[in-house]
């Protein structure tokens, strides 16, 4: 796996509603940085072309990420994986650099929104990828915001 940069990304989760945000990961075979938002070669400062990116990858990797009100704090709001656990939501590797995060209406809708103990609004988690020969990489920090569902019962 290249030096490619960890990835920020910000989504909503809409309680009550499906969530499954999806998107894919390219790998340069160079090291690169992030300059004014472009993607750059390190040793000349030139933009990386369509045509250098190579998708990632992911067959046989699993991954994980732990959702927090920020990356230090102690208590986990939401958990995914690749190997979920009752409640938890699901990432969705492919070999072609997709990744997919999932939850049931039924689980966002149990998410606590609000300010109090257990509740929250805003959090951040970093998606660590574990490869078959064992190297862990994070290759995203998500940050997600939850919107309230304002229509309820029936």
Not at 6 to 12: E, P
Not at 42 to 64: F, H, I, L, N
Not at 89 to 95: Q, V
Request: glycine letters at 12%; charged letters at 20%.
């Amino acid at each position: 796996m290249s030096t490619t940069p960890t990835i920020h990304l910000n989504f909503t989760i809409q309680q009550g509603a499906t969530f499954a945000p999806s998107w894919k990961r390219s790998q340069v075979p160079a090291e690169v940085v992030v300059r004014s938002g472009v993607l750059v070669h390190k040793s000349t400062g030139k933009p990386v072309t369509d045509a250098e990116k190579q998708p990632v990858d992911y067959t046989g990797c699993t991954a994980r990420m732990q959702v927090r009100s920020d990356v230090q704090a102690p208590e986990v709001l939401l958990t995914f994986s690749t190997e979920p656990q009752e409640g938890e939501g699901r990432i969705t590797l492919g070999s072609d650099g997709a990744v997919a995060l999932h939850l049931s209406p039924a689980q966002t809708a149990a998410l606590p929104y609000g300010d109090g103990a257990g509740q929250w609004r805003d959090g951040v988690g970093q998606m660590e990828i574990t490869f078959t020969n064992g190297d862990v990489f994070r290759h995203f920090e998500i940050h997600l915001c939850l919107d309230p569902e304002g229509t309820r019962g029936g």
